[in-house]
């Protein structure tokens, strides 16, 4: 499902309509799932992924697009995902990612709405260390190093940890510059925000993982999917956290990425 972020502005709160959405008074709702269902309702062609819950948030989405038209949700079940807005992937000073740029403003104002209802903010980025590098998989190095091989003719010893020049710090080393987070998002990240490092496509790969790991511990049930790059980090994270058993909504204005146009479309 990708609803875009002018479709979070949509969104309201049905807690007071007087009759709860959880005793379903549709006529033929759908239901999918075991313990943990979701229903689909045929009269307003969106599924409810709430649970029950007596507050509920509606998100639509382009019928005409989606063959439905949104989700119901509870947003304290709930967890906006932005995953690898960091310097390295956006910042000019690194790459023209014109997708990337026109995503901020988008994903600026969709954190701002979650935020007003009450949604967790969580934050997913490459942040690797001298351990992880000693462990990592050859492919996962090689798919860095094979894009910087092509580009500037160098040796397969550049990619993730190689020292970047001008004082920007290893590649996406935890606690560098080029593994920062874009400043228009460092301008509005908050306390309560949480953050995960990852050293791998997937922030969800392993149980062991920090986010996988915080996820199970709060109880979290549904994942909002916002960042760079949509085919690569992103929907490796959505993937596994689908396989795992976590609703997966992206949002489609929010994400973007380098590949082209039809990878995007592949991912929407």
């Not at 989700?71 to 906006?80: H, S």
């Not at 490459?126 to 894009?147: C, Y």
Request: with cysteine; glycine share 10%.
């Amino acid at each position: 499902m990708a609803p875009s972020a002018v479709d979070i502005d949509q969104t309201y709160d049905i807690a007071a309509k007087g009759k709860a959405i959880s005793q379903h008074p549709w006529s033929d709702p759908v239901p999918f799932g075991g313990d943990d269902q979701w229903f689909y309702i045929p009269e307003t062609k969106r599924f409810d992924l709430s649970r029950g819950s007596v507050r509920k948030l509606v998100v639509d989405a382009d019928d005409g697009i989606r063959n439905h038209r949104g989700v119901m949700l509870d947003p304290d079940l709930t967890v906006l995902v932005i995953i690898d807005m960091q310097n390295y992937f956006i910042h000019p000073t690194f790459r023209h990612h014109p997708g990337g740029i026109a995503a901020v403003e988008p994903t600026l104002k969709f954190i701002q709405k979650c935020r007003e209802q009450g949604i967790q903010v969580a934050w997913l980025n490459w942040g690797i260390t001298e351990h992880d590098l000693k462990i990592m998989p050859p492919a996962v190095q090689r798919g860095f190093n094979r894009s910087l091989v092509q580009a500037k003719g160098h040796g397969w010893h550049v990619g993730l940890g190689a020292e970047l020049p001008d004082g920007q710090g290893r590649c996406l080393f935890k606690g560098t510059w080029n593994a920062d987070i874009y400043d228009p998002f460092k301008e509005v990240m908050t306390p309560e925000d949480v953050r995960f490092d990852k050293a791998r496509m997937s922030g969800l790969w392993s149980p062991e993982e920090p986010m996988h790991k915080w996820l199970r511990q709060s109880g979290k049930k549904t994942l909002l999917f916002a960042g760079v790059n949509t085919d690569q980090c992103l929907l490796g994270t959505l993937t596994d956290a689908y396989s795992w058993g976590w609703d997966c909504i992206l949002i489609g204005d929010c994400a973007a990425t380098m590949t082209g146009l039809e990878a995007q479309a592949v991912c929407d």
